[in-house]
């Protein structure tokens, strides 16, 4: 059994930072790549930020340069720092991570986290 648990959201002005996290567990060989997507209320799911297992990584348009997603593979995590948010930022943020469990599996398996909500107000 595979576990990703987010932390770091909550209530942030805008122009200020957050960093989310996402801690992946369990029954784990490797983890190929991982990412953060988001999802604002009456919008479909969004790719935000994705990095692969060899650090080459990818950004939505709308948060290149404030966003940026790196992951410690040691401790099976990955992170989103977020500066200059904006009210438009406001989601649900959930990780997501291709994982292979074991030895003998071929292909990876997408697992997703609880998600975390960010609210940018004033």
């Known amino acids: 059994q595979v576990q990703l648990v987010e932390s770091g959201g909550g209530l942030v002005q805008p122009g200020g930072s957050l960093r989310l996290s996402c801690a992946a567990s369990g029954s784990i060989f490797s983890i190929n790549a991982m990412g953060w997507f988001r999802q604002a209320p009456g919008k479909e799911r969004e790719l935000v930020a994705i990095i692969t297992s060899g650090g080459s990584t990818n950004y939505a348009g709308s948060v290149k340069g404030r966003f940026t997603i790196s992951r410690d593979n040691a401790k099976n995590t990955v992170y989103l720092q977020m500066n200059s948010l904006k009210p438009e930022d406001t989601a649900v943020y959930y990780c997501?991570?291709?994982?292979?469990?074991?030895?003998?599996?071929?292909?990876?398996?997408?697992?997703w986290g609880q998600g975390t909500q960010v609210t940018v107000s004033s």
């Open positions: 997501n991570a291709d994982i292979i469990p074991d030895y003998y599996s071929v292909f990876p398996t997408a697992y």
